[in-house]
Structure formats: structure tokens, C-alpha cells
């Protein structure tokens, strides 16, 4: 069994829907076309220097997130708890973007916008065995290099760190988690590869957004 497979009932436990079956498509596209004429730093969490947007993309991308994020009733019931709307509008895939993360780079703790967050990685560089012996495990330390990490809390209220063993098992796999979920990055140390993984946002479309000149009622308490 491989990383991928042991680790995914855990992480559907805590609200993150694990996928295997991403469309060659939506691969495709993801893979061939980066456009580094759109970059995205200014509006991301993370401590990289390559991130970069992608634009037009086909709606095959934005139906199979869809079709996946229905296929899990905890993201489905997450969503139910957004009270922001007094009418049904339709979800869309509000952004798309891809993170070339290099040695020593990482992404802080941080939530999205919108519904729906998600992660596809498209290439991991390192092994895992190699990251671990850097810091390796001992007393009451987990290795945590390279891992990507969701913070979650239990029934008790007790802050737990779910650090996802990300390896080549994971690569061309779907994560979709809800979007104010906390979650980070730790740097990879054993190679001078790119991590690279597509991130977007899943979110409602509003008919009118709020504009500095939309009107507000006043509300009586």
C-alpha cells in the first residue's frame, strides 16, 4: 500500500476528499500551460518565488472539480453551513494557479477564499527517505520536511497537525478540502528539483458583487 492509499481515509476523516482518477485532460492542460506572463505572488500565502496563474481554462477542469467535491457529503455539508447568500447561485471555479516550489521555499499557515480549496501535485523531486533523514524522527518529533500539513481540531478543541506524506504516490492526485481549512508547507532540503502543484479556488457566483457603491439596509436590533 502506498502513502497515497494509507493515508487517505484519515485525511477524508478530517474533511480533505482524496481522488485518484484526474482526467489525462485536465493533466494535460495543467501541465502545458503555465503562463508565466500571469504571476501570482502578490496574492499568495507562500514564501516562493514562482507562482504563476493560468487563464481560459477548459471547462472539463472546472467539471471534474465539481463532479468531485459532489462526491463527498462532508464537502457538500460543509458548504450547506455557508450562510452568506439569501439564494441558490452556482459554484464556479473562481482561480487557478501553479506553485514551482524550490529547496528551501515553503508556504506558511494560511486559508483560501471562496468554498472549496484544492491541490493536484504534478511532480515531487525528492524522496521522502531522503527529506526524513534531515530531521528525522525521535522522542516526540515527527519528521515534517517537506510535508504538506492541514490543522485541524478535534471533538475537544485540542489543535492537531495532520502532516500529509507526499510522495510520488500523491502525484496526479486530487485533494479538495474546504477552503478556510488551515494547512502549510514545510521546505524539501534534498534536491534541486521543482515541487510543482496546480492550486484553486472554488467559490459562489454572486449575481451583483459588492462594489464601494453597492447600497446597504440598515439592520434593527
Known amino acids: 500500500m502506498n502513502n497515497f492509499e494509507r493515508q487517505r481515509?484519515?485525511?477524508?476523516?478530517?474533511?480533505v476528499g482524496c481522488f485518484d482518477n484526474v482526467p489525462q485532460g485536465v493533466?494535460?492542460?495543467?501541465?502545458n500551460n503555465i503562463d508565466k506572463n500571469i504571476p501570482k505572488q502578490q496574492n499568495l500565502a507562500g514564501h516562493l518565488k514562482d507562482e504563476f496563474g493560468y487563464k481560459n481554462w477548459p471547462k472539463e477542469v472546472e467539471e471534474y472539480l465539481m463532479q468531485c467535491a459532489g462526491q463527498r457529503s462532508f464537502l457538500i455539508e460543509y458548504a450547506n453551513t455557508i450562510k452568506n447568500l439569501d439564494v441558490d447561485v452556482p459554484f464556479f471555479l473562481a482561480d487557478l494557479w501553479v506553485?514551482?516550489?524550490k529547496k528551501h521555499e515553503?508556504?506558511?499557515?494560511h486559508t483560501h477564499s471562496g468554498v472549496w480549496s484544492f491541490i493536484i501535485p504534478l511532480q515531487i523531486p525528492y524522496k521522502l527517505e531522503d527529506e526524513d533523514k534531515i530531521f528525522p524522527d525521535h522522542g516526540n518529533r515527527k519528521s515534517c520536511?517537506?510535508?504538506l500539513t492541514f490543522v485541524v481540531n478535534n471533538n475537544l478543541g485540542t489543535i492537531n497537525s495532520i502532516e500529509v506524506d507526499m510522495?510520488?504516490?500523491y502525484v496526479d492526485k486530487l485533494l479538495i478540502f474546504p477552503a478556510k481549512l488551515n494547512h502549510?508547507?514545510?521546505p524539501f532540503f534534498t534536491s534541486d528539483g521543482i515541487r510543482i502543484t496546480v492550486s484553486g479556488n472554488i467559490s459562489l457566483r454572486a449575481s451583483q458583487p459588492i462594489t464601494k457603491d453597492s447600497e446597504f439596509k440598515q439592520i434593527e436590533v
Do not use: C
Not at 481515509?9 to 478530517?14: A, F, G, H, M, T
Open 167 to 169: 510522495d510520488q504516490s
Open 145 to 147: 520536511t517537506s510535508r
Open 27 to 31: 493533466l494535460d492542460y495543467l501541465r
Open 106 to 109: 515553503f508556504n506558511p499557515i
Open 99 to 101: 506553485n514551482l516550489q
Open 184 to 186: 502549510l508547507v514545510y
Open 9 to 15: 481515509p484519515e485525511l477524508e476523516k478530517w474533511g
